[in-house]
């Protein structure tokens, strides 16, 4: 059993190939990172192809996600797939860390996922 920042315990599991320590971290970052994108969930689940309620768990840190899943997610929001696995990302800073983020695909130093 582990605590995330939220105070929420979880389980860890293997889930598609992804040894998930962080289950509610990842998913508080997918939120953040959404919101950061000027995205709805709605849009967000559009654009990755799977349904809001599912994305809603996500978020929560209360659903399976596969690595297929994540690299939906991440080519949605335009965004590096590692970047869900940061420790701790900080909403007031995300903005800028965005930035600097696309800064570097457009010269091709960061790949996003195809």
Same mark, same amino acid.
């Given at each position: 059993?582990?605590? #995330? $920042?939220?105070? $929420?315990?979880? !389980?860890?599991?293997?889930?598609? #190939? ?12 997918? @939120?953040? =990172?959404? $919101? ?18 599912? !994305?809603?768990?996500?978020?929560? #840190? ?10 939906? =997610? ?5 965004? %590096? ?9 900080? %909403?007031?800073?995300?903005? @800028? ?11 091709? $130093? ?5």
């Amino acid at each position: 059993m582990v605590t #995330g $920042k939220a105070g $929420k315990s979880f !389980l860890c599991s293997v889930v598609g #190939g992804i040894f998930m320590y962080y289950a509610v971290e990842i998913g508080e970052n997918i @939120r953040i =990172l959404r $919101k950061a994108t000027g995205l709805t969930q709605e849009k967000l689940a559009e654009l990755a192809g799977i349904c809001v309620g599912w !994305l809603r768990e996500i978020e929560h #840190g209360c659903a399976n996600v596969t690595r297929d899943i994540l690299d939906e =997610l991440a080519r949605a929001m335009a965004v %590096p797939v590692w970047i869900f696995f940061a420790l701790e990302l900080d %909403p007031d800073t995300v903005q @800028r860390e965005l930035r600097e983020i696309q800064a570097l695909v457009s010269v091709g $130093k960061v790949v996003l996922a195809s």
